[in-house]
Each structure stands twice: as C-alpha cells, then as structure tokens.
C-alpha cells in the first residue's frame, strides 16, 4: 500500500542564501538504490546555475525504519544533486602486503549546491523516495552564506596624514572611523563589540591553552574572542593630490580604507575590503578672491566623509554576513559537537555538509542547540560516529 506525505518546503525565501562546497568519495559502499534527475537552467539568463530535480531512494529495513529510510534517501538525493553540476574523478592504485593491486577512484563535484527543497515524499512496504528541487552553481562563483546573526568586534583602528595637508583636518580619520562604526551598528544582524582602544593582537580566545597562565588575562582580563565571530581590522590613510593646468591647481583630499576581516573558527582566511576616494578640496587661481570662492565648506567636505564611511560599512556588512559558517566536529559524551550554537543563529535541524578533500560526503542534522554549542547527528544512523571527530563542516539552510 503506498503512503503519500505532503511536500514540505525546507527553504522559503527566494534569494539563495548558503554556500556548500561538498567533497564527494564514490566507494562501493554507497547505500543509494536509484536516482532520476532532470535540468533546467534558471532564469535571468545566468550560465552558471542550475536547477536540478533529483529523486533518491533508500530501503525500509524493517516496519520501524521509515525515518532512517527517509533520512538516507534525502542523503542520496542530496548526493545526486551535487553530481549533475558534473564531477572531477581522480584514480591512483594500491597495492596491500600480498602485492595484490587495487584501483581507487575519488569524484568530487564540480559543482555547489547553493539551496535546495524538499517537494516530495513517497513510500511503499519496502522503499522510501524523496524528491528534492536543487540550485546548483560553478564551483569557482563566491555565494552568500546570509547569516541570520553575526557578532563583530571592532578592534584599534591605524591613521595614518599626509604632512601636506591642512591641521584642520587631523580630525577627520577618527570622524570617518567613528562613522564606519555608526553605520556597522545600523545592520541589525551585525551584534558589534567596541573595542577600538584594544589592538587585534591583544585579544585572546576561549581554547587558547595560554589564558592560565597570561596575567593580565587572570588581572584585567583580555577581549575574548569566541568560536564564529568576527573581527574587524581597519587602516586609514589621508593624503593629497593636484592636479595643475595652465592657470590654476586642482586640489584633492585621497582617502584610502582598508578593513581586514578575520573570523575565530576554521575555513575563513582573512578577507580585504578596499575603498579609495577622492574629494574635491577647491581650485587655486591667480586671483585670491576667486581661489576664496572655491575652496570647498568644511561641513561639506565631513558630510562627503560621513558618506564614504557608511559605504565603506555596508561593504564589510554584506562580507561578514555572507562568509559560511564552518565549525569542526568533536566528541564528547558519545556525541558530535560544534562550538557554534545560537549565538551565531543555529537552530535545530538545520543541515551540516562534511567539507574537505578528502572527507566522504556526509549529511548531518543539528539536534541540540545552546548559546555556544550545538550537537549533530548523521542522517545515516548506522554510521560510526567516532569517524567524523575532526571532520570540518558547512551548515546549510539559513533563511
């Protein structure tokens, strides 16, 4: 007798918000039975994305089974659809003590799996089918994570003047940073900690083995960076430039902003974000009345800063929120964890995606979720756990 479960969509926003990069191991012990896909490019004209539907099926080992079934058919579901973006196959031989040959095969996809739902679900006595709708991108296009939370710390900035430019204006890199700061606070997924009077290099984390015996960690303590945030890094340099014709000189206030954005957890190096402008400071004539009447007004040339810095700010916004969230797995009380929990927007049964050459493929749900720390479960029952204790993961399905 067939049972019919409604569709049940999994993501509801029509951006694609995740970003996986999958490391996929084809062995003979592959647990799929069969899969049926079908493609279709997306609209908007883009070449390199696709939307796939996959079906995946697994047996029902016992009346009791259905959810294990379920789960190892999404699996292959999932496992397919990150196969039809195409696949690298790489081979090498081995050879055991009694000199007998083996060939071994690693495919990867070519491909990520940017977002996906679950639109159908069928069942009979003996098999479990499920239907995914994936999106699926080139493996070299950067996507967005779309963190729901993100906390930042912002850490000692460095100012750096020209000697040639007015006095007055000695105060405009503190004005410009305090502005970026501003405008880093108007983001409502951005949590941020100041800590502008504190270089980078005096803060410390919470597995650093080092904090019992650091005495100014045990005094006055230090800025404690903890697994999954972020921290911002920003250097400012103000210089001059003209530009001279015939009969008169141009002059330019050139404001350069670095902002380097580093996170406390595994995967993310460090990213850059650069902006340059340069603003019109006025025009030097031959007549001093005429040179008065181009000098730009100091409330203006603060409010084309002010301007600048909240650019500069939604750029490292749209970075921090769009970096994936990574965490390695560890054991403790028989059980896998993730020092990563609600603080940085876990919830239970969110989906984390074993990431890295040469890791299996392997799907994980997340079950428990505190401030700091979450625990997961393999969608594979059967599987040793104790195998994926240092595996590195990406979670999936933040919208």
């Not at 196969?83 to 000199?99: C, K």
Request: charged share 25%; aromatic share 6%; glycine share 6%.
């Amino acid at each position: 007798m067939m049972h019919t479960r409604a569709a049940r969509t999994v993501l509801k926003k029509n951006y694609l918000p995740a970003v996986l990069t999958v490391a996929l191991l084809f062995s003979c012990g592959l647990t799929s039975v069969s899969a049926a896909a079908a493609r279709s490019q997306l609209a908007q004209g883009s070449d390199n994305l696709l939307m796939v539907t996959v079906t995946g099926r697994a047996a029902i080992q016992h009346e009791n089974a259905f959810e294990e079934a379920r789960n190892m058919a999404l699996e292959d579901a999932l496992y397919y659809a990150a196969l039809e973006g195409g696949a690298q196959v790489r081979g090498y031989s081995a050879v055991d003590e009694s000199t007998a040959l083996s060939e071994n095969f690693v495919v990867r996809p070519a491909s990520r799996i940017l977002d996906y739902t679950i639109i159908d679900e069928i069942s009979d006595d003996t098999h479990y089918a499920v239907t995914i709708k994936a999106v699926i991108g080139d493996i070299a296009d950067s996507g967005c994570q779309n963190r729901p939370l993100s906390h930042v710390t912002l850490f000692k900035p460095v100012f750096r003047m020209g000697t040639d430019l007015p006095y007055w204006m000695s105060q405009l890199p503190q004005v410009l940073f305090d502005e970026i700061a501003e405008g880093l606070d108007e983001e409502p997924r951005l949590i941020l900690r100041d800590a502008r009077s504190v270089a980078r290099s005096q803060a410390t984390s919470d597995n650093n083995h080092y904090n019992s015996y650091d005495y100014r960690q045990l005094t006055s303590g230090r800025i404690r960076m903890r697994d999954g945030d972020m921290a911002v890094e920003t250097s400012l340099r103000f210089s001059s430039e003209d530009e001279t014709s015939l009969l008169s000189k141009t002059e330019y206030l050139r404001i350069d902003i670095e902002s380097q954005v580093s996170a406390q957890q595994d995967g993310m190096r460090p990213q850059l974000i650069t902006d340059s402008f340069k603003i019109r400071l006025g025009q030097k004539l031959p007549l001093y009345s005429l040179t008065a009447l181009n000098q730009e007004q100091r409330a203006d040339l603060k409010a084309l800063i002010t301007d600048a810095a909240h650019l500069h700010a939604r750029k490292l916004g749209a970075e921090m929120l769009c970096q994936p969230l990574t965490a390695t797995l560890e054991l403790a009380n028989g059980r896998l964890q993730a020092r990563l929990g609600s603080r940085q927007g876990l919830h239970t049964e969110l989906l984390a995606f074993t990431d890295g050459p040469e890791m299996n493929f392997r799907i994980l749900r997340v079950d428990e979720v505190r401030d700091s720390l979450s625990t997961l479960t393999p969608l594979d029952s059967r599987m040793d756990i104790s195998s994926l204790v240092g595996a590195r993961v990406k979670f999936l399905e933040f919208n």
